[in-house]
């Protein structure tokens, strides 16, 4: 039981992929999009990218902030024996009571986006928008 628990513990600490001595392929996702809250440009709002895993924590593959246009372009790249399975998620404190967390909006960004070189668009996000799924998150 203890050397089980090691061996999930040595997992999450490294990715799955580099945990198995580097088997696995080379995997590159773009994504960009545009932010805004009640129509004005959202700036500073926290984007990160994870390859999302069903086991171990999501790998976490990039974060950058919107800029003062309320745009953002992230990028991210990992080596696993398994497909990407990409997500970005938007934190924002848009229509956030003062005593709420931020809240956090979850994009599933295609397969079909992985090792193309493009940059896959999410579009203009309205971030006053209620969305389905969406939480709130105190720790991020």
Same mark, same amino acid.
């Given at each position: @039981?203890?050397? !089980? !628990?090691?061996?999930?513990?040595?997992?999450?600490?490294?990715?799955?992929? +580099?945990?198995?001595?580097? &088997?696995?392929?080379?995997?590159? &996702?773009?994504?960009?999009?545009? !932010?805004?809250?009640?129509?004005?440009?959202?700036?500073?709002?926290?984007?990160?990218?994870? +390859?999302?895993?069903?086991?171990?924590?999501?790998?976490?593959?990039? $974060? =950058?902030?919107?800029?003062?246009?309320?745009?953002?372009?992230?990028?991210?790249? &990992?080596?696993?024996?398994?497909? @990407?399975?990409?997500?970005?998620?938007?934190?924002?404190?848009?229509?956030?009571?003062?005593?709420?967390?931020?809240?956090?909006?979850?994009?599933?960004?295609?397969?079909?986006?992985?090792?193309?070189? $493009?940059?896959?668009? =999410?579009?203009? =996000?309205?971030?006053?928008?209620?969305?389905?799924? $969406?939480?709130? +998150?105190?720790?991020?």
């Amino acid at each position: @039981m203890i050397l !089980l !628990l090691f061996v999930v513990l040595a997992l999450t600490s490294f990715k799955f992929s +580099d945990a198995l001595l580097g &088997i696995g392929s080379f995997q590159t &996702i773009n994504v960009h999009g545009s !932010l805004t809250c009640d129509g004005k440009p959202a700036k500073d709002v926290l984007v990160k990218l994870y +390859d999302v895993n069903k086991i171990i924590p999501d790998n976490l593959l990039g $974060e =950058i902030k919107s800029n003062s246009s309320g745009k953002f372009a992230i990028k991210g790249e &990992i080596n696993d024996i398994t497909k @990407m399975d990409p997500k970005v998620n938007i934190y924002t404190d848009c229509h956030v009571g003062v005593l709420r967390c931020t809240k956090k909006v979850e994009i599933k960004v295609p397969h079909s986006s992985i090792n193309t070189g $493009e940059s896959f668009d =999410i579009g203009s =996000i309205e971030l006053a928008t209620t969305y389905p799924g $969406e939480s709130h +998150d105190c720790i991020h």
